[in-house]
């Protein structure tokens, strides 16, 4: 049982902090974004298909997040290693942040129960963060399906930040 687990946090509020290592370069702390728009969106594990579906469609949409001066950042309890790899088989174009410890999963209360073929075990809630520039949470999506998601968030970062 996990303890001191914490409810996804909502609009308007200050998302938890984290700092976790990326797929390259140096430790990313959410506190060094502020100042620009930035998607954070946690996926339960590389190379599995609602996985792909979703990191290539912020991927082939990634272009329009950053004419909108977007940053996109993923989350999962992956190895570096493996989003190294990840990142390369999808031609990814952003940074992929690596949670082992799932210590920033629980932060953001989404380290939850699932049920698969029977079998109960413990996981990552597919879920997504639109920050502002302040670092206060302009849109939520706490339960994420894959297809379409990517051009929902690009409709709500226009939004965010007054162009269409």
Not at 87 to 109: A, P
Request: contains cysteine; charged residues 25%.
């Amino acid at each position: 049982m996990i303890s001191n687990v914490r409810v996804f946090p909502g609009v308007g509020k200050k998302p938890p902090a984290f700092t976790l290592p990326p797929d390259t370069g140096e430790k990313v702390r959410l506190s060094g974004l502020v100042g620009r728009p930035v998607v954070v969106f946690f996926y339960p594990k590389d190379n599995t298909p609602g996985c792909t579906v979703e990191v290539q469609e912020f991927r082939d949409l990634h272009t329009k997040f950053k004419k909108l001066d977007v940053r996109m950042l993923g989350i999962s309890p992956d190895a570096v290693t493996s989003h190294i790899k990840f990142v390369e088989k999808q031609s990814l174009n952003f940074s992929l942040l690596s949670d082992t410890e799932h210590t920033t999963i629980e932060k953001y209360g989404l380290w939850v129960e699932k049920k698969m073929y029977g079998r109960v075990f413990w996981g990552v809630q597919r879920a997504t963060l639109l920050i502002d520039a302040a670092g206060k949470i302009a849109a939520a999506w706490p339960k994420v399906k894959p297809k379409g998601h990517a051009a929902e968030v690009l409709t709500a970062a226009r939004e965010l930040v007054g162009r269409k």
